[in-house]
């Protein structure tokens, strides 16, 4: 009897131990690949913020064209997709309904005959006072700067225009308008070198010396009338003629 209570006994622990092993394995392996997970997570977000959108790939500056339309944050970002330095500029685009979780959507903007795409804004025309679209639906429209890398490098003074692009589906997909806003010319000689100016003439214009002068006096003028004006107030001021007497006693 003790005998068969004696292997019995023994079974049982046998067994015990071979499940113990094997549940100590299956941890083993678990942790190891939950440690690989988290390698391969913290690979691909470690230089990612964790409350600011980021493009999936790509360089991206500065915020553009930002508006709130139908439940939705628009936000778009001066972005070059093929490379991860800066390049040809082009408009990302994401969206998001509580300024956290961002769902990157198709570029908005690609560069064309006028140049890249630059900085910007944009706005929803609810009145439809652009003509763009219709007061059902409105359309957003964005007011930006085309940069013409070319002619910067050869030296031309019209470089950059202001450009309008509408939507009529909320910001997906965005069409020219084909009007130049502002045309700016960098003045490259003349009297007015490095200023922007709206008309290329202007650079050459010269200074109006006549106006110059005639500033000149009257800042003089009224700068000698208040001169006189002080040292008669002081003169006749009852209070100011007491210190000076107590200023000579002592």
Known sequence: MKNKTYKFVLTIGIFTMLFS?????????????????????SSEDLYRPNFHFTPKKGWMNDPNGMFFYNGYYHLYFQ???????????????????????????PIALFPDN?????????????????????????????????????????????FQNQSIAYSLDEGQTWARSGK???????????????????????????????????????????????ARKAKRTKRINPASRRVQALNRKR
């Open 79 to 105: 972005h070059h997709p093929y490379s991860n330095v800066w390049g040809p500029m082009h408009w990302g685009h994401a969206i998001s309904k509580d300024l956290i979780s961002w769902e990157e959507q």
């Open 21 to 41: 092993c094997k549940n100590t394995t299956d941890k083993k392996d678990n942790q190891v690949q939950n440690v690989q997970e988290i390698v391969t997570i």
């Open 180 to 226: 130049k806003v502002v045309r700016k010319y960098r003045c490259s000689s003349g009297p007015r070198k490095n200023r922007i100016v709206a008309k290329m003439q202007q650079c050459f214009a010269a200074p109006d010396v006549k106006k110059r002068m005639q500033f000149k006096k009257v800042k003089a003028r009224l700068g000698g009338r208040m």
């Open 114 to 158: 006028l140049g890249t795409i630059f900085s910007g804004s944009a706005v929803v025309d609810h009145n439809n006072t652009s003509g763009f679209g219709t007061e059902i639906n409105p359309p957003i429209v964005a007011i930006y700067t085309n940069h013409n890398a070319k002619e910067a490098n050869e030296g031309s003074i019209k």
